[in-house]
T-cell receptor, first 115, second 113 residues
Framework: DTGVSQNPRHKITKRGQNVTFRCDPI?????LYWYRQTLGQGPEFLTY????????KSRLLSDRFSAERPKGSFSTLEIQRTEQGDSAMYLC?????????????FGPGTRLTVL | QKEVEQNSGPLSVPEGAIASLNCTYS??????FFWYRQYSGKSPELIMS????GDKEDGRFTAQLNKASQYVSLLIRDSQPSDSATYLC?????????????FGTGTRLQVTL
């Protein structure tokens, strides 16, 4: 399977714990995006990388959230001191930046439940 | 005003009929428009992209774009029960700005037997 992969697929944690999610993009894609989706809503943009550079962060990304893409390949999203409001599906997408279309393809998502 | 607006539905159509899904957007400078399909509990799957005014057809799907009216639509011909899903409209900003997609809340489509 050469699509976007995400791990874990599900995560249940207690309030106050830290969690980390991983995303592996499509191999030749240089752009990687994180979105968050809650029930009944469309995905909301969190942040994106071009290669290893983090080029934009949403206001939604509080200081408890941090994302990295150290070698321009996989990315991690960490949430510190989780809150119940962090419960959501965290989606990763990748695209081949620099092309006219820059179409984003999504991974299967990580569903986070904060108890 | 929301940046991307969709009727949440549900939109119910009988099998074999045409389903028409609509989306409006607020940023007149938007350049790229996408339709994603999302089954319950799954991630969005790309259905169509459109960049120029007019129609774009791909199999049973036709995307329509009218930039003057800031309106995008998706037509699904010969609707099948497997088309029952939420359809998300996504808009990408003008060239040179961020690559992020802004999504509507989605329209839930139900295809009935």
């Amino acid at each position: 399977d050469t699509g976007v992969s995400q791990n874990p697929r599900h995560k249940i944690t207690k309030r106050g714990q830290n969690v980390t999610f991983r995303c592996d993009p499509i191999s030749e894609h240089n752009r990687l995006y994180w979105y968050r989706q809650t029930l009944g809503q469309g995905p909301e943009f969190l942040t994106y990388f071009q290669n290893e550079a983090q080029l934009e962060k949403s206001r939604l990304l509080s200081d408890r959230f941090s994302a990295e893409r150290p070698k321009g390949s996989f990315s991690t999203l960490e949430i510190q001191r989780t809150e119940q409001g962090d419960s959501a599906m965290y989606l990763c997408a990748s695209s081949l930046g620099g092309t006219g279309t820059d179409t984003q393809y999504f991974g299967p998502g990580t569903r986070l439940t904060v108890l | 005003q929301k940046e991307v607006e969709q009727n949440s539905g549900p939109l119910s159509v009988p099998e074999g009929a045409i389903a028409s899904l609509n989306c409006t957007y607020s940023d007149r400078g938007s350049q790229s428009f996408f339709w994603y399909r999302q089954y319950s509990g799954k991630s969005p799957e790309l259905i169509m992209s459109i960049y120029s005014n007019g129609d774009k057809e791909d199999g049973r799907f036709t995307a329509q774009l009218n930039k003057a009216s800031q309106y995008v639509s998706l037509l699904i011909r010969d609707s099948q029960p497997s088309d029952s899903a939420t359809y998300l409209c996504a808009v990408k900003g003008r060239t040179g700005t961020a690559s992020k997609l802004t999504f509507g809340t989605g329209t839930r489509l139900q295809v009935t037997l």
